[in-house]
């Protein structure tokens, strides 16, 4: 087995990439995307308070936790059960992070690990660009619909696919109620400084922006900064860095190890804070059959790690074996 994850193949080499002629940007389409972009900008126009900030980052951890549980470990890889209701709770979360509806979302991410880092991988920073992989995809026309035959499994869920047709509704209700509570508070507890446009450009406008880069980045700079533990046939890393901006999902070598894993850092010192809430979730029983990496693949890890301790980088280049990237 070890020989076999010797000889995988290695990632391949950045290319001369251009976009085909039918991955042009889709301006119409890309408005709502960046009129959230240009609404962030509210941020210096409307002052700062503690209160929108703290409203603020609150709202980036629960949204993020709604991407990285329920549209990535739960829809995309079912990597632990939940009721139908929750499901709704996890999938409506993560809509409000406006990143499009449940399905695309997870159509769209298994596609990724079906083809990862190859021709077909739409955002793959090795074989097309950085930019591209990052947000460049997103921009483009071809790109918004739902992959059906990759989610055929949450087609049966009504109300998952009204949130995928109307996507828009979870992030422009909750504009609305961050707007509400802003001009609340103004007015109930005026020493806190805040107003409803004031909480609308801090906690939704500049919050979603931040949610975006952050999900997206695992997709262009997890494939290209950090570690690589097991010598798997993309270019995904782990990155300390990258794990403390999506609450865990920077052990995306990991990952891409073992998807199916609800945990994506394999060690007790890679911090995976998805993790742990879903765990605090299980003891109360919203969620339950949390999957965990086999025993081999938490071997093979060591087996790398003691590899590495014996031999040096030419000798490591010349097994094809991880390589020990800077940590990013
Ligand atoms: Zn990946
Ligand atoms: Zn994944």
Redesign the pocket.
């Known amino acids: 087995m070890i020989s076999d994850i010797l000889m995988e193949r290695r990632p391949g080499e950045p290319g001369a990439w251009k976009p085909d002629p039918s991955e042009r940007m889709d301006l119409p389409g890309s408005i709502p995307f960046l009129t959230v972009h240009l609404a962030a900008l509210g941020v210096f126009f409307t002052g700062f308070s503690w209160t929108a900030a703290a409203v603020a980052a609150g709202l980036y951890v629960v949204r993020m936790f709604g991407i990285t549980a329920g549209y990535?470990r739960y829809l995309?890889?079912k990597s632990f059960q939940t009721s139908r209701v929750f499901q709704f709770v996890l999938a409506a979360l993560a809509t409000s992070s406006g990143q499009m509806g449940p399905l695309w979302w997870a159509g769209h991410?298994r596609l990724?690990?079906l083809h990862s880092d190859t021709a077909e991988d739409v955002h793959s920073p090795v074989v097309r660009t950085v930019w591209w992989a990052h947000v460049g995809w997103i921009l483009c026309g071809k790109y918004m619909q739902t992959p059906r035959r990759m989610v055929r499994d949450l087609e049966r869920y009504p109300e998952l696919e009204w949130l995928n047709r109307h996507y828009l509704v979870p992030p422009t209700l909750l504009a609305l109620a961050l707007t509400g509570l802003g001009w609340w508070l103004g007015r109930r507890f005026p020493a806190l400084g805040t107003n409803g446009l004031q909480m609308l450009a801090w906690a939704f406008f500049a919050g979603t922006v931040c949610l975006y880069h952050g999900t997206f980045s695992i997709n262009s700079f997890c494939h290209l900064m950090g570690r690589r533990r097991y010598n798997t046939k993309d270019s995904s890393r782990n990155s300390f860095l990258l794990a403390l901006v999506t609450l865990g999902e920077g052990w995306h070598n990991n990952?891409?190890r073992y998807?199916a894993s609800e945990r994506q850092g394999f060690f007790w010192w890679e911090f995976d804070p998805t993790h742990y809430a879903l765990v605090v979730l299980s003891r109360i029983g919203l969620v339950w059959g949390l999957k965990r990496p086999p025993d081999e693949v938490l071997e093979e890890a060591k087996f790398f790690s003691d590899l590495k301790a014996g031999l040096n980088p030419a000798d490591l280049a010349a097994l094809g074996i991880p390589e020990a990237a800077p940590e990013g």
């Open positions: 990535h995309s890889h991410h990724h690990h990952h891409h998807p």
